[in-house]
């Protein structure tokens, strides 16, 4: 940065605004090489602060004219700075502030404001976009009802689109028309939207609870109409999912989504009108896996969710984000849940949680999910904000049980439907709602403030005589930058104890006069506890955590054995898995530890005869055993080293997976084959369970390299008709040395060339390989003609993917890091925000060796020198090497 760092913003110097804007009315005179914004505000004075001037936000504007009622101003009524237009002495008793800007959408290249993106005007103002429009007060706190006026050529932009309803429209001349929308619920500017475009749309109804009849279109560029069906069933089922689950119906007779090639994140839930990126709409068998299909359903919940948990009730500050986030990402998740397999949704949120989250909570950029600080905002779409705090709702959950969390949302709503509120103002409404809970809300409030995973460890003792059983659990937690000390937190620890017929045992605490029969939820709230249980008829093995209750590390010194019981036995399928995952992941240090002694690496046979059981029940629930079958990433794995050693882990699970290969090669080929040709296509849970399991078991005999294994390959990839499919075999065709390899590689561009959505996938499968020719590719990849630096859809695919290549990015010698620093370092001046994102793969730089510190120090380093470096990038490549 050139004029000095770039300062902080406090949540403790929160003030609300000298003045309210009740109103906008908003002209937009869409030409090419720029665009005209008259905005008029109706502004009143809060009686509640000192009187103020009025101060509005402005970036990269050209302030043409400014008037106060009929009022022209002249340069000395006001002070326009390059952040700020200031107004002193406007009348108490309110006015019309009116403003006219310039604006150059088409060379926006940092997406955010009112870009272009093939060619369309589209708008992205979460968080402080809106500021790059017009002169407001750019702060979620301000609340406005909203009338736009589009105006713009009709050939070239026959669509024009903003929130709320279309009330008006007409021609103008030289071939233009405009468009009058107005959006009757007040909202923060965050959620303005507009678009205007050559788009087509598909469309289809919807009938609320209470009669609403809704009109749902998805708009998306000439010749992808045919891939948004899913997408709007996703839609349908999530109106009426809410309606029964939240009782929540949708408020205007209108909800529009456009889906835009060129997007920083995932979609936007702006008010009637939301922006997608376009891998969360297009959809077809043929170009989207599963996982494009699923997470397109989730997607699209997510953001019509927002409707109340963000829109109806927002955040009062940015540094309430996690109130609309993990709200809203725990509404998607429960979605997903009922929609699709409960455990599969879990295990898959869990393993998310815990590669990005937890990493993220170990690092340099750790932060409550209730940050205290932010330099840009932008940084703060975060794990932990999004699923950390998805996690902290899910508690609220546990802890008060499904009625008492209702209540608490009833109350929620009931109190502050159309304000800007805090995640205090959240806690306060689940806990007066629920006055008859014994629970301590000011201990549970630390889940908001304390950085960090919580790690508990414990052991229980048996005591056959008396038949108790004494469980104790221990909580610690490590400082976090800015928080030397912490204190306990409130834990609900979801358990049971499983005896030795596999059964749940009753449960019944001492000076209890009941048992409870299966799972109950244990409150662990002092930094070590004792749990005494009476009555407990033979030694048990404990079930902890049991659906993951709470996001923290566990380590109970459970034998291999129990671990081996607890697999085939838990009443709990999330605890089923994880007993094979504490195993596995037990069993791969062990291996890493012996190579890094010089021992030879030896895989127990009982870890693959454990396998062996798991393979052998594929044909019961094929989904759930995809996962059992799946070995803990090389990421995770790191997690839990103190240094991580970047190729003993490599190592280590190619050897286990080769030996696994190796050791069931017939059953493996059995499931593959069984789990194979299931007719017509769909993404039936069922459906997709069965391709996850036969493409894992590809996967196996691949990395066994065998002879039969690769024949599947590539005949599956050949012959494949489903994205799914292709791309696994490519995948694993991609990151092997067959002869066939490279024809493969460019008979699938050949075809897909057309379809960014599809390239993507080519990318990533490349940047993802371990062989040691991968970051030679990715840097040959950057001038592939389907790259484009400028779209972060292929940043992700390329960079991004890269940088999440355990042994590729962190290779010895550190070549990987400069590689990421060029980039970065290009993305800077062009897209902040992505820019940042990709700096973020830096963050764990200290948890390797020595050398590959030096290396990424100095990588770093350079990023952190270069001029003009934006406030984004600055503030995650400070912190890093803080
Ligand atoms: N609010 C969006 C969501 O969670 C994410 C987003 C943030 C999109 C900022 C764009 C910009 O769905
Ligand atoms: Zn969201």
């Not at 008793?93 to 955010?112: F, Q, W, Y």
Request: net charge negative.
């Amino acid at each position: 940065m050139d004029k000095g760092s770039p300062k902080a913003i406090l949540l403790k110097d929160y003030v609300a605004p000298a003045w309210w804007i009740d109103t906008v009315d908003l002209s937009f005179d869409l030409h090419e090489g720029e665009t005209i914004v008259t905005a008029r505000l109706g502004i009143r004075r809060n009686h509640e602060v000192p009187r103020g001037p009025l101060v509005l936000d402005g970036q990269e504007l050209e302030l043409l004219s400014v008037a106060v009622g009929s009022r022209p101003l002249g340069p000395d009524d006001y002070a326009c700075t390059p952040d700020h237009l200031t107004l002193n002495d406007l009348p108490d008793d309110g006015a019309v502030v009116e403003m006219v800007t310039r604006i150059h959408p088409e060379s926006n290249t940092a997406l955010e404001g009112l870009y272009k993106s093939s060619g369309n005007y589209c708008t992205q103002c979460e968080a402080e976009g809106f500021r790059k429009i017009t002169y407001f007060q750019d702060r979620p706190d301000v609340m406005a009802t909203y009338r736009v006026r589009v105006e713009a050529n009709r050939q070239a932009y026959p669509v024009l689109l903003s929130n709320g309803n279309l009330v008006d429209q007409g021609d103008a001349a030289d071939g233009r028309h405009w468009a009058l929308w107005e959006d009757p619920w007040p909202k923060p500017c965050y959620l303005f939207a507009l678009v205007a475009g050559k788009l087509v749309h598909i469309e289809d109804r919807y009938r609320t609870r209470s009669g609403r009849d809704v009109a749902l279109r998805i708009y998306v560029e000439p010749g992808n109409e045919d891939k948004c069906g899913h997408a709007m069933e996703s839609l349908i089922k999530s109106m009426r999912w809410d309606e029964e689950a939240y009782g929540l119906e949708y408020d205007l007779d209108i909800f529009n989504i456009v889906a835009v090639g060129d997007f920083n994140m995932g979609a936007m839930e702006n008010k009637s009108l939301n922006i997608f990126n376009t891998k969360y709409i297009l959809a077809r068998p043929d170009t989207a896996t599963d996982t494009d299909f699923l997470g397109i359903e989730t997607v699209v919940a997510h953001e019509y969710f927002h409707n109340w948990t963000g829109n109806r009730v927002t955040c009062r500050d940015w540094f309430q984000l996690s109130l609309k986030e993990g709200l809203t990402v725990f509404r998607d998740q429960q979605f997903s849940a009922d929609m699709n397999s409960a455990p599969v949704k879990r295990i898959q949120d869990v393993t998310r949680l815990r590669q990005v989250q937890f990493a993220e909570d170990a690092g340099p950029t750790a932060h409550p999910v209730r940050p205290e600080s932010y330099i840009e905002i932008n940084n703060f779409y975060t794990p932990t904000v999004y699923e950390k705090g998805a996690e902290v709702l899910r508690m609220y959950h546990t802890l008060l049980g499904a009625a008492g969390y209702r209540r608490g949302i009833d109350l929620y709503f009931a109190r502050h439907d159309g304000q800007a509120v805090t995640t205090d103002d959240f806690l306060a409404a689940m806990r007066d709602a629920n006055p008859d809970r014994a629970v301590d809300w000011d201990q549970f409030r630390r889940w908001y403030a304390q950085a960090g995973t919580p790690a508990v460890s414990g052991e229980g003792t048996y005591d056959a005589p008396s038949r108790t059983y004494r469980l104790t659990l221990r909580q610690t937690l490590a400082p976090t930058p800015g928080q030397p000390d912490k204190r306990p937190m409130l834990i609900p620890v979801s358990m049971g104890l499983v005896g030795p017929d596999g059964r749940d045992l009753p449960l019944k605490l001492a000076g209890e006069d009941e048992a409870v029969t299966g799972t109950r939820v244990l409150a662990l709230r002092e930094a070590e506890q004792d749990f005494t249980f009476t009555g407990v008829a033979a030694s048990p093995v404990p079930s902890l955590f049991r659906g993951f209750s709470a996001p923290v590390k566990l380590s109970f010194d459970y034998t291999d054995a129990d671990l081996t019981f607890l697999m085939a036995h838990d009443s709990d399928p999330f605890n089923r898995w994880e007993a094979g995952q504490t195993l596995a992941a037990r069993l791969l240090l062990g291996l890493v530890a012996d190579r890094a002694a010089g021992h030879d690496m030896i895989v127990p046979a009982s870890f693959v005869d454990a396998i062996g059981q798991t393979l052998s029940r594929a044909g019961e629930d094929p989904a759930f055993t995809a996962l059992a079958l799946t070995l803990p990433s090389e990421n995770y794995l790191g997690q839990l080293m103190g240094v991580i050693d970047v190729d003993g882990i490599h190592a280590a699970r190619e050897l286990v997976r080769g030996t696994i290969g190796r050791s069931h090669r017939a059953s493996l080929l059995a499931t593959y084959h069984g789990n194979a040709g299931q007719g017509a296509f769909s993404v039936s849970p069922e459906a997709i369970g069965r391709r996850a399991v036969k493409n894992a078991a590809l996967a196996y005999l691949m990395a066994a390299g065998d002879g039969e294994g690769r024949a599947l390959a590539l005949a599956q990839y050949r012959t494949a008709t489903g994205m799914t499919d292709v791309i696994a075999a490519l995948a694993l065709i991609a990151d092997s040395d067959m002869p066939e390899r490279a024809d493969a590689l460019s008979a699938f561009a050949a075809k897909w060339r057309q379809e960014p959505l599809v390239m993507d996938k080519w990318f990533m499968i490349q940047a993802t390989s371990a062989r040691p020719e991968t970051l030679a590719e990715v840097r040959a990849l950057l001038s592939h003609p389907g790259f484009n630096i400028r779209n972060p859809n292929k940043v992700y695919a390329l960079i991004g993917a890269f940088t999440g290549n355990a042994v590729a990015f962190h290779a010895a010698g550190g070549a990987g890091y400069e590689f990421l620093a060029d980039r970065v370092i290009e993305l800077n001046r062009l897209n902040p925000q992505v820019a940042s994102r990709m700096a973020k793969a830096f963050a764990r730089w200290r948890n390797y060796d020595a050398e590959r510190q030096a290396a990424a120090k100095v990588a770093l380093e350079r990023v952190a020198h270069t001029p003009d470096l934006s406030r984004d990038v600055y503030e995650i490549v400070s912190r890093s090497l803080e």
